[in-house]
């Protein structure tokens, strides 16, 4: 399969551009007049992060949800009993009217200000979309108080694989190339490890992959749009689709992946990633050979000798 020439920009940092941020704005806050009617995924992360919260015996006085969106996700936090107080922060300037009047323009890769330092920080499916995602874990470890919670559900290598395929089928067909159109989503593993370069401790990453059928690909594409979430790639093609190559990743969609009643299936994997700002009151593990038990002994069996 060819692919076109590597164009990719590089920063002034050294970090590859993947992301037209210009762009993601933009199509944030075109899609923010209609953005609860495909809000279904943000949704079901808002009520997962709050179980999960809910889960911690401790009480959170001075919350942050980054890159809030509409402020749907600290809406349904906000109704946690250890959850005293938390805010948005959003970009988007459409998307922030919605949160309310004290939400803060930060957003990933910005300081976060002035609100420090935060016990908590949670991110709903936006730290995938950001170049430098280790500098940005950073920044948000340094926005936050020692024994802070990190909580973050980002979308993993799994998500929208079909879509990924079609698109690179019908590109080499019709175009004879490739065009970068489903960004690149990291995988579970990666994403733990991050977390423990960012200095964060006891990183737990865990991953759910959920299945929506659609009527057709054009549906799914019209969610995403809705989502605003198309293509933002800063190495797209800044050229119309033409309807022959929309066409053909339609069907080509639906021959590799339609279902007996004739739907469609989208893959989004959600990766939810639970992490602590270092404090002296965590566990910290053993030194090897410092056990005073055998594990024989603990299991109940005999321990035979290699």
């Not at 920063?11 to 944030?28: E, K, Y």
């Not at 998500?159 to 579970?188: K, Y």
């Not at 004739?262 to 270092?278: C, D, K, N, Q, Y």
Request: contains cysteine; hydrophobic residues 45%; neutral net charge.
């Amino acid at each position: 399969m060819t692919s076109p020439p590597n164009t990719t920009t590089v920063t002034a940092a050294g970090v590859p551009q993947i992301f037209d941020r210009a762009t993601l704005l933009s199509r944030r806050a075109r899609a923010s007049a209609q953005f609860a009617q495909h809000a279904f995924l943000l949704d079901r992360v808002a009520d997962d992060l709050a179980e999960r919260l809910m889960m911690v015996k401790r009480q959170f006085d001075n919350g942050l949800s980054i890159e809030a969106y509409d402020g749907r996700v600290s809406r349904v936090l906000r109704g946690c009993p250890n959850v005293s107080s938390i805010a948005d922060a959003e970009p988007s300037t459409a998307m922030r009217a919605m949160c309310g009047d004290e939400a803060s323009p930060s957003g990933l890769g910005e300081p976060l200000a002035p609100l420090v330092p935060y016990d908590l920080v949670v991110s709903a499916l936006s730290l995938h979309m950001v170049d430098d995602l280790p500098g940005a874990l950073v920044l948000l470890r340094q926005a936050m108080a020692p024994d802070g919670l990190l909580l973050a559900a980002v979308l993993g290598g799994e998500t929208l694989h079909e879509l990924r395929q079609s698109w690179l089928v019908a590109e080499e067909e019709v175009t004879g190339g490739a065009s970068p159109r489903v960004a690149p989503f990291a995988d579970v593993r990666a994403l733990g490890g991050l977390l423990q370069r960012a200095g964060f401790a006891l990183p737990v990453a865990d991953s759910e992959r959920v299945t929506v059928t659609y009527a057709t690909p054009l549906h799914l594409m019209r969610e995403l749009k809705g989502m605003g979430a198309s293509n933002m790639l800063a190495d797209r093609r800044r050229v119309p689709v033409t309807r022959t190559l929309l066409m053909r990743a339609a069907e080509v969609y639906v021959e590799r992946y339609g279902l007996a009643d004739g739907r469609i299936p989208a893959t989004f994997e959600i990766v939810t990633l639970t992490a602590w700002v270092p404090h002296e009151s965590q566990p910290k593990p053993l030194q090897p050979g410092s056990a005073t038990a055998r594990l024989a002994d603990v299991l109940g069996v005999k321990e035979n000798k290699a």
